[in-house]
């Protein structure tokens, strides 16, 4: 059993970096492949970063190529999403999930474990 927690989440303007944080319990952590969905009101969640239990394999959406970086830390048990340059479509609940096949697939019901969500809002 895995539990994810995120942290970072807030208010921010246009052009401004936030980084959100996912802590998770559970000695298998550091063979998951971890990923960030978001869900904004109205719209289905989607996919934006992954990255394989060894940090050797990322993957993003086309949407946030160049702007957001994902990373891990296994001893600390926690992933990162540092947002750069965010916009105001940017504005969404953020999810952590983890996956036990160590895959980074797009669609949400491939992951097992999901965090309870934070929210991150970009005004313009």
């Known amino acids: 059993q895995v539990q994810l927690v995120e942290s970072g989440g807030g208010l921010v303007q246009a052009g401004d970096s936030l980084r959100l944080s996912c802590a998770a319990s559970g000695r298998t952590f550091s063979v998951y492949a971890l990923a960030w969905f978001r869900q904004a009101p109205g719209k289905e969640r989607e996919f934006v970063a992954g990255i394989t239990w060894s940090g050797r394999t990322t993957s993003y959406a086309v949407s946030v190529k160049g702007r957001f970086a994902i990373s891990r830390d296994n001893g600390k048990n926690t992933v990162y999403l540092q947002m750069n340059s965010l916009k105001p479509e940017d504005t969404a609940v953020y999810y952590c999930?983890?996956?036990?096949?160590?895959?980074?697939?797009?669609?949400?019901?491939?992951?097992?474990?999901w965090g309870q969500g934070i929210q991150v809002t970009v005004s313009s």
């Open positions: 999930a983890a996956n036990t096949d160590n895959t980074l697939p797009r669609g949400p019901g491939s992951y097992d474990y």
